[in-house]
C-alpha cells in the first residue's frame, strides 16, 4: 500500500531555517514527480514546490522562490524541502505528494515560525 510519512517540522524564529524530509514506499517512488503542498491557520491547502523525476528539475510558487529549495533521494525513497529565511507567513502544516494526489496523504508535519 502506498505511504507517505512526513517530517522534520518544529518551532523555529523567523529568519531561521527546517530541512523537512517524506518517506515514501509502496509504489515506484522514482517514476513520479513529487510536490509539497501546504495548509496554513484557516487557509487552503496550496501547492509550494515541485520536482520531476529523472530530470529533476524544480519548480516553485512565488511565495518561496528564493527561500526554499527541493531536492529527492531516489535511493532512499525521500523527498526533502529546505527551508531557509523562514517567515511567519510560512506556518502551516506542510505535505507531499504526488501531482495527481493519488497516494493517501500523510499526517504531514507541522511548522511554526514565531518569535
Known amino acids: 500500500q502506498a505511504q507517505l510519512v512526513e517530517s522534520g517540522g518544529g518551532l523555529v524564529q523567523p529568519g531561521g531555517s527546517l530541512r523537512l524530509s517524506c518517506t515514501a514506499s509502496g509504489f515506484t517512488f522514482s517514476s513520479y514527480p513529487m510536490n509539497w503542498y501546504r495548509r496554513g491557520p484557516g487557509k487552503e491547502r496550496e501547492w509550494v514546490a515541485g520536482i520531476y523525476s529523472l530530470s529533476g528539475r524544480t519548480k516553485y510558487a512565488d511565495s518561496v522562490k528564493g527561500r526554499f529549495v527541493i531536492s529527492r533521494d531516489d535511493s532512499k525513497n525521500t523527498l526533502y524541502l529546505q527551508m531557509n529565511s523562514l517567515e511567519p507567513e510560512d506556518t502551516a502544516v506542510y505535505y507531499c505528494?504526488?501531482?495527481?494526489?493519488?497516494?493517501?496523504w500523510g499526517q504531514g508535519t507541522q511548522v511554526i515560525v514565531s518569535s
Open positions: 505528494n504526488v501531482p495527481s494526489g493519488r497516494v493517501p
